[in-house]
């Protein structure tokens, strides 16, 4: 793997707001780049920081598959279909959009900042009836491995997508090494979510960096740092 296959932290799109600092790794809103659409079916990874007491009010979506990642604070959310509930690190949320939803995302606190990465995949189907999910996600399941968060089947606890897509979380300790190999016409991308690891033959990857790799290439990463935690898409 070289450096081409990375999307440095820096290199992602912005936007900042009195309310909302947010960085996206593929086009999104108004940040247009042709080189980076998306990857497979993953259709965006954002990184949002939102001032306390405020968010994303109410709007609407259709046909994605939504995957909100908390990392520091709570969110609230709240939709058409009667939810009303606030989550936060330790949990994932999974929203189909489906044949239509509408919903708000806001800042629990109206004290402190949150910070969360917006996950979009395009869903195998259109019009699928819309629907949400909230699971925990084990602290301990990905230290020194793979953690299953969301897949197709729902399985070990997994948030159900509606994609052939698979989501891991790993966080390895320093020093101590992950490896992944995707099947055949496979896509894989890792972003680092906090910390650093090493990515062979010694390719450096930092807190909101990108790495978008193939079935021809083996993933093996080594933390460089404390507090490494990453996330593995296989799609």
Do not use: K
Request: proline share 3%.
């Amino acid at each position: 793997m070289t450096e081409r296959n990375v999307r440095r932290a820096h290199q992602r799109g912005a936007l900042e707001n009195d309310w909302l600092q947010a960085r996206f790794s593929f086009c999104f809103g108004d940040y247009q780049d042709p080189n980076h659409t998306h990857w497979g079916s993953l259709r965006a990874l954002n990184e949002d920081r939102v001032a306390a007491g405020r968010g994303f009010a109410w709007h609407g979506h259709r046909d994605i598959e939504s995957l909100t990642y908390p990392i520091e604070g709570c969110i609230r959310h709240t939709d058409s279909l009667g939810n009303d509930y606030v989550f936060g690190p330790g949990e994932l949320h999974r929203m189909t959009a489906g044949s239509g939803i509408e919903h708000a995302e806001m800042n629990a606190s109206s004290v402190d900042a949150e910070r969360h990465l917006q996950i979009w995949l395009y869903p195998q189907a259109r019009g699928l009836a819309p629907g949400c999910e909230r699971v925990r996600i084990d602290a301990a399941g990905g230290r020194d491995a793979w953690q299953l968060i969301a897949s197709p089947d729902g399985r070990d606890g997994s948030a159900t997508v509606q994609q052939r897509a698979l989501l891991f979380v790993g966080r390895p300790a320093r020093g101590s090494a992950l490896g992944y190999r995707l099947e055949t016409h496979r896509l894989g991308y890792l972003h680092v979510v906090s910390g650093a690891v090493s990515v062979d033959p010694g390719l450096q990857l930092r807190s909101g960096d990108g790495l978008r790799f193939t079935h021809h290439e083996a993933l093996e990463l080594v933390a460089g740092a404390d507090g490494t935690e990453v996330l593995l898409f296989d799609l």
